[in-house]
């Protein structure tokens, strides 16, 4: 097992998604080199789960309903989403960086209250028991890392009656970095970055050029959340968002040594986006 020290140093949040989650004992070599960065510069993931989700549902007779992207979260689908993404899932998840040598311990980004959530009202059509955040509290988070353990983050949050909410994965991992006032947010996915219209790698965008990435129909389907996900986390920490493949985990290492990987999504120049008011306030990290 790895030797990990103090590292009192602001950490990297991380987005996982897809196979790396849905199969995760597959994915060996990912976890130990996420465990490797995590000995350098301290790591906190954040995953979803809708494959595995969906699968559930279906098992159990009930019917997944998406509107304009939106899961719909009926009161009695509630349960087994926090049984699969809080459960199921991040305890797997736990169990693979455990096995990598990682320290880590399974959470929801409800407790603690790290993330203060209310039930969403901002897409026009009741959505169920989905959730949006609007402040937090991040001092349980700031313990488990300077205290060198890894948190293993499901996106299952609370109201202020206790409600559990579903959070999308991508606004949790979004808000998590604010308040944990992380170094970057690295969002992990099945391709190496965003691709040009020739299918080659853009290294670097603007926060600003991001909707036209979008509009021109160069990044589509399922980049189109990570892109914005990007966006408002470079928006928020003024720190640059990283999109990047979890099927190169050497190339990961290199990321959280400051090198090149994937795309960088550079911050705006100015004032930080007022939306940070509702966290607490920043980490004391160095």
Same mark, same amino acid.
Not at 83 to 94: F, H, I, S, Y
């Given at each position: 097992m790895h030797e990990f020290a103090h590292t009192p140093r602001r950490p990297f949040v991380v987005k996982l998604s897809g196979t790396a989650v849905e199969h995760p004992f597959t994915r060996a070599d990912l976890w130990h080199a996420l465990a490797r960065a995590h000995a350098q510069a301290g790591l906190a993931l954040v995953h979803g789960g809708g494959n595995?989700?969906?699968?559930?549902?279906?098992?159990?007779?009930? +019917? +997944?309903?998406?509107?304009?992207?939106?899961?719909?979260?009926?009161?009695?689908?509630?349960p087994e989403v926090a @049984?699969?993404? @809080?459960?199921?899932?991040?305890? +797997?998840?736990?169990g693979a960086m455990l096995a990598a040598g990682a320290p880590a311990v399974g959470l929801a980004v409800g407790d603690g209250a790290a993330l203060r959530c209310v039930r969403t009202s901002r897409y026009g059509f009741d959505a169920g028991q989905v959730g949006e955040i609007v402040g937090g509290d991040a001092r349980l988070m700031r313990v488990l890392l300077d205290a060198g353990y890894l948190p293993v983050v499901s996106s299952i949050g609370f109201d202020d009656a206790g409600t559990m909410l579903n959070i999308n994965a991508d606004d949790a991992a979004v808000g998590l970095a604010? @308040?944990?006032?992380?170094? @970057?947010?690295?969002?992990l996915t099945d391709v190496p970055g965003v691709l040009d219209a020739a299918g080659n790698l853009i290294p670097q965008l603007e926060q600003s050029a991001v909707e036209d990435i979008i509009t021109s129909r160069i990044a589509t389907g399922g980049m189109i959340p990570k892109l914005r996900a990007a966006a408002l986390a470079a928006a928020r920490t003024r720190l640059p968002a990283v999109i990047a493949s979890y099927d190169d985990?050497?190339?990961?290492?290199?990321?959280?040594?400051?090198?090149?990987?994937?795309?960088?999504?550079?911050?705006p120049s100015g004032p930080r986006d007022p939306a940070d008011h509702a966290f607490a306030a920043p980490s004391t990290h160095s």
């Open positions: 595995a989700l969906d699968h559930h549902l279906t098992r159990l007779g009930m +019917t +997944t309903h998406r509107r304009d992207g939106i899961r719909l979260t009926p009161p009695d689908q509630m @049984a699969v993404l @809080a459960g199921r899932l991040n305890k +797997t998840l736990v604010a @308040a944990v006032n992380a170094s @970057a947010l690295v969002l985990p050497e190339s990961l290492v290199r990321l959280f040594r400051g090198e090149p990987c994937g795309t960088r999504i550079l911050p």
